[in-house]
């Protein structure tokens, strides 16, 4: 299809009073030259170079007798030109050759151009002719000429006296009369052609008119308005010989156009309206086709205050229309009515500011060669104020402007060509572009080129004299890897079939040549067919192969079957395209046989809008072939032609099966310009059954698209086009010289590829004719795609606001059929609420009549755990029904909510049940689109909360460590939650549901989860813990919480190594790995520790040592935001005896992002050290013993949570994961020092006693770090027994101490030792399987790869 492109360029005439301003243009029958009227002025123009030829300007004497120029018009053969007068003269005009071989304008090309001047056709194509023009006849008729019209030989004048006058071109009247109008009949159809009435008064005649060949007649518009097409009942053109055909209804007619190709007639009215008419073949009266008209919904400003319609214009190959107006403004329509482009909207109309501009007016206008541009004189020149200025001033001068044109490929024309070929073969008229879309062959004046999108190569003919020997008349098409087009060989005046391999050389000797009878006018490929239309209005079939012979590769074509359509075509030009398919009336279900429903081919026919289908006729005897070569078997003949459709414009269908979409591929797809597509779709029983009888096995299915359709993508079921869009670029320019520029009165025109889906017209268009199993088939076959949801809201919507807004009541209304198909599919809940939210209010009530209760369909979300649908319902039910509801069904949702771990959507659920309870149910807040991703996994839960490592006063005593709590409220609602109205009644309903849900965490002993609500919610943790010490925040069982957290943190279990017997760590020579850990900026954010500690500088490359009892603590004083790295090493141990461990320095760097990048530690002297095997397999079997690094540092932060909440037996349990003895020791210290509750102390020893018991049954790997605790576990005891009663709790600022005992120490030192509490076999705790300890430390070594983790020893 056509699109604008760039500006419009302007062509400036010689500079001349206002008086000689150009007003009317017309392009010769070839579209090579143009003639340019001014009142007293005949301008010969050349259209490539767009350049001024000749001029003949009329002497004043001679101007006054005959009057200023009017209208002109061509002789078929472009030697002469007519031109009216206002006097009633017509000036004959004969064009001339001035120079002989010499031209006006010629190319100059460097030196070494490849250009050769040589090549035949050069100085036609390249070159401007000389032409002379000389004024030879004038005719005077004695009346104002109202319509000048070329009729083959002669040339037809209506006269304002009402007359008809046919004049031969040398300038006499042929010896015949004139013919009177009123002498003509006219009447409805020609059936009543004796019967015809006459135009019954006196001063009637023709204002316009314009002679259609392929109708054999005139349209005419008369000076009432009234329109009619008038025609010769026989070969004679005489009064009695003609006769008139009028419709009733037009009164207001200004202007004609006529379209050979799709014989309609275009009526131009004053309402600004065009009515497109077409002859009835049997009564031959004009029957309307369709109309072009402005609408109010597109244009609300100005579709009615167009004016009348000035001037309509098809374009050559009249496929599109292109209308102006009185007022101004251009539009331009497909042949059947679809709006392509239109400048009184957009950009076209408003300037950048919004201010209005001006419509362009247009005086004249006329197509270009092949519709590549259009030649508009323009009324825009106004008279001036400033003659001087105006001078100057280019943009007032008379001009001529030249808008220009994209084609699409539907109109043969291809994005880029080689300018060596275009040169001399301008303009281009075919294209074709191959099934994979990587080449292109394009068809100009002579011979043809193609070009590869993969090597971005062109291949042109080597021998120019061959391209200059060919024409390509019915276009080309691909077939593998070859072109087939057909032509005409000049040289030997022969019709041929052609056929060129696409890697061999474009050279006739590579050439498979097949000679023809008759010209063809078009051409195409199906499989391993070729199917052309001949001139004789035949149809021929061929067969084609490849052929090989050694090297040399061709393809041979074979004729397969002839079928005359004489009898059918009236006129061969009226053939539109002409296409091979696999589509026809039967389905494949009835046939005799099944591979015949793939190659039952048809042909389908587009009769100047006309699909006609003819089908292999089947009704005989079915042979079963044997022979499987095609060239062999003998083809069915074709039963006679059925109309399928009208006004089609393009049809489309593919050869290709899918057994999934059946529907789509075997479908016959239409674009049939303003009344949109059309779908001949196959309808198909279910499961295979036997189908009905009375069922038709095929449908037509009508419907409506946005955009002009290029293609169609059938598997995909969309639909692509392109559209014109448009960028302004007037604010570049002041308003004082804005008049001046093309930049500033047109906006720039760029072409952008769109698509659109067209699947929920089809099922909707099914579901009206109740084929509902035919629509669910279809859509199921389509579920898979990525926009199916859409389709279904489309529809959805679309039904919804049709049938709910409409104003007559509806007999049988679609909707509930609409909703009852939709629940066919697990997309029903989303669809309808999506669907209710992007619809008005007041359609609420209607659409839930039909699809159901909203309360139900959230109730069903919340069953699905669809929580983002049930969310998106409760805005529906806060604006349906009383607050009650609302909240009732909010606490539902923020349960649930709260349960999965949804916190994007828990912080929006308080927001909402906030709005409810204060009457803010104007604006229901907007619930979450994308949920966003659960932060259990890592460290995103500390984003709320803060604690800050910082170095404090030195003065401190070593053993006392006081963690400062710094709470950071979340932004947003949830935040402000503590901070307003903290006494109000909706936070206490709120606060309720909070700590009931953190209950249940704690019951359930999922403490990852806790930490992540409480940091996501902002929820104040270590106040509802201190009110829960005693209930909920209890440890009830020991043994089951500690298996649970090795579960949720995905922490080890730790075991005996089978070489721990010999391992040097046993004897003390080494101590073991301490870890220190890359600081990470960016894990500030979420967590910073405050340790206040007395802090010693020492070495870079040292570790950190430290017992259990009260000492001093070596810590490196790193800047705790530049990332600093630090070495691991071994260093010999001291002689402290049992007493002494390794403190792992991973508790200062509890901030540490695995996330943010990679840990390094490596050690210069890495590469000199020298360990055993067991002594690396040690250091590896430390690391594996403990968990991910996000585990360790959640776990430490929960640590300090429950330290601070007083929840002691916590904190036991803690420490036993971690496996550090000081925790314990820290517990004790709290216990001795404070007033605990003896309930709790007693809790941790039976708890520790239980532990014990369990891991000397299932989990011996725990026993070696017992045995270590095992002094503070006989203090324990001690305590407990005393009965300590305190009055009151005050929880104690207590931080974990920086002494921790490697686990590997402990183990040896454990070993050495055997404790002494009672190992008793505890019955039913489950005993953990070596595999369940493998598949645990797997999963902690995947978490260890996501950065890398060196150690180096010293």
Partial sequence: MYFLSGWPKRLLCPPGSPAEAPFHIQSDPQRAFFAVLAPARLSIWYSRPSVLIVTYKEPAKSSTQFGSYQQTEWRPDSTMIAVSTANGYILFFHISSSRGDKYLYEPVYPKGSPQMKGMPHFKEEQCAPALNLEMRKILDLQAPIMSLQSVLEDLLVATSDGFLHLIHWEGMTNGRKAINLCTVPFSVDLQSSRVGSFLGFTDVHIRDMEYCATLDGFAVVFNDGKVGFITPVSSRFTAEQLHGVWPQDVVDGTCVAVNNK?????????????????????????????????????????????????????????????????????????????????????????????????????????????????????????????????????????????????????????????????????????????????????????????????????????????????????????????????????????????????????????????????????????????????????????????????????????????????????????????????????????????????????????????????????SGPQIREKDNNPTQRKLLPFCPPVVLAQSVENVWTTCRANKQKRHLLEALWLSCGGAGMKVWLPLFPRDHRKPHSFLSQRIMLPFHINIYPLAVLFEDALVLGAVNDTLLYDSLYTRNSAREHLEVLFPFCVVERTSQIYLHHILRQLLVRNLGEQALLLAQSCAALPYFPHVLELMLHEV????????????????????????????????????????????WNYLFAAVGNPKDLFEECLMAQDLDTAASYLIILQNMEVPAVSRQHATLLFNTALEQ???????????????????????????????????????????????SLSQSAENVPPSKFSLQKTLSMPSGPSGKRWSKDSDCAENMYIDMMLWRHARRLLEDVRLKDLGCFAAQLGFELISWLCKERTRAARVDNFVIAL?????????????????????????????????????????????????????????????????????????????????????????????????????????????????????????????????????????????????????????????????????????????????ESSIISQVLTISQSSEVDGEMLQNIKTGLHAVDRWASTDCPGYKPFLNIIKPQLQKLSEITEEQVQPDAFQPVAMGKTIEQTSPRAEESRGSSSHGSIPQIEVGGSSVVSRKEEDTTSGDEEEHFQDGTYDCSVS
């Fill in 1043 to 1219: 298996k649970r957290l090795h579960k949720d943190f995905l922490w080890p279990l730790p075991i005996i190594p089978a070489s721990s017997i010999n391992s040097p760590f046993k004897n003390g020579k080494y101590r073991t790995v301490g870890e220190q850990l890359l600081k990470s900026p960016a894990a500030n954010a979420f967590l910073s520790l405050e340790i206040d500690t007395r802090i010693s500088n020492i070495q870079r490359s040292q570790s950190w040592f430290s017992n259990i009892g009260p000492t001093h603590h070596e810590v490196d004083t790193a800047s705790s935001h530049e990332p600093q790295m630090q070495d691991a090493f071994l260093s010999p141990l001291s002689h402290k005896g049992d007493e002494c461990s390794i403190g792992s320095a991973t508790d200062l760097t509890e901030s540490s992002s695995m996330v943010d990048g990679d840990w390094t530690m490596v050690d210069e002297n890495f590469s000199t050290l020298s360990l055993t095997q067991s002594e690396l397999e040690h250091i590896s079997m430390e690391l594996a013993s403990k968990g991910p690094h996000k585990s360790q540092v959640q776990l430490r932060y929960l640590l300090h949570i429950f330290m601070e909440a007083g929840c002691l037996d916590w904190c036991v349990v803690i420490g036993l994961i971690l496996r």
């Fill in 262 to 618: 799709y014989r309609l007639m275009a009526f131009g009215c004053a309402s600004g309206s065009v009515q497109v008419y077409t002859i009835d073949n049997t009564s031959g009266a004009m029957l309307l086709s369709h109309k072009l008209e402005l609408t109010a919904k597109q244009y609300p400003d100005i579709w009615n205050k167009t004016g009348a319609v000035k001037l309509i214009r098809w374009s050559p190959d009249n496929s599109v229309v292109i209308v102006t107006w009185e007022y101004g403004g251009l539009s331009l329509w497909s042949v059947f009515g679809a709006q392509l482009i239109c400048t009184l909207g957009g950009d076209f109309a408003y300037r950048s500011d919004g201010t209005k501009k001006d419509p362009l007016k247009i005086n004249s206008m006329s197509w270009g060669a092949e519709g590549y541009h259009l030649w508009v004189i323009s009324g825009f020149t106004s008279q001036p104020t400033d003659i001087e200025a105006d001078i100057r001033s280019i943009g007032k001068q008379p001009s001529i402007l030249l808008f220009q044109f994209i084609k699409s490929v539907l109109t043969v024309n291809p994005c880029m060509i080689s300018s060596t070929y275009l040169e001399s073969n301008w303009p281009i008229r075919f294209s074709a572009i191959d099934k994979l879309g990587q080449n292109i062959a394009v068809v100009g004046k002579f011979g043809f080129a193609h070009y590869s999108l993969l090597t971005k190569k062109w291949k042109l003919f080597g021998n120019i004299t061959q391209e200059q020997n060919m024409i390509v008349t019915g276009g080309l098409a691909w077939w593998n890897d070859f072109m087939v087009l057909a032509c005409y060989n000049i040289n030997d005046h022969q019709e041929e079939l052609r056929v060129y391999l696409r890697t061999s050389n474009l050279d006739n000797a590579f050439a498979h040549v097949t000679k023809t009878q008759a010209e063809t006018l078009l051409l195409s490929v199906f499989r391993d067919m070729v199917i052309v239309f001949r001139a004789d209005c035949s149809i021929c079939l061929y067969s084609i192969e490849r052929k090989s012979d050694g090297s040399h590769t061709t393809a041979g074509i074979q004729v397969l079957q002839e079928v005359s359509m004489s009898r059918y075509i009236p006129h061969p030009f009226l053939v539109v395209s002409v296409t091979l398919t696999s589509v026809s009336t039967e389905n494949g279900i009835t046939l005799k046989m099944p591979q015949q429903a793939r190659d039952a081919e048809s042909i389908m026919l587009n009769l100047a809008g006309q699909l006609i289908m003819m089908q292999r006729d089947r």
């Fill in 800 to 843: 919804l606001e049709e049938e709910a807004t409409s104003r007559e009541p509806i007999p049988d209304p679609l909707l509930p059929t609409v909703a009852k198909f939709i629940t066919e599919f697990p997309l029903f809940l989303q669809t309808v609420v999506h669907c209710a939210r992007k619809t008005e209010y007041a359609l």
């Fill in 901 to 947: 771990g949804k916190w994007d959507l828990c912080r929006h659920m308080i927001r909402f049940l906030k709005a409810i309870g204060s009457g803010d149910s104007e604006t229901p807040p907007s619930t979450p689109t994308a949920q966003e991703p659960s932060s259990s996994g890592g460290f995103e839960f500390f984003r709320n909360r803060s604690i």
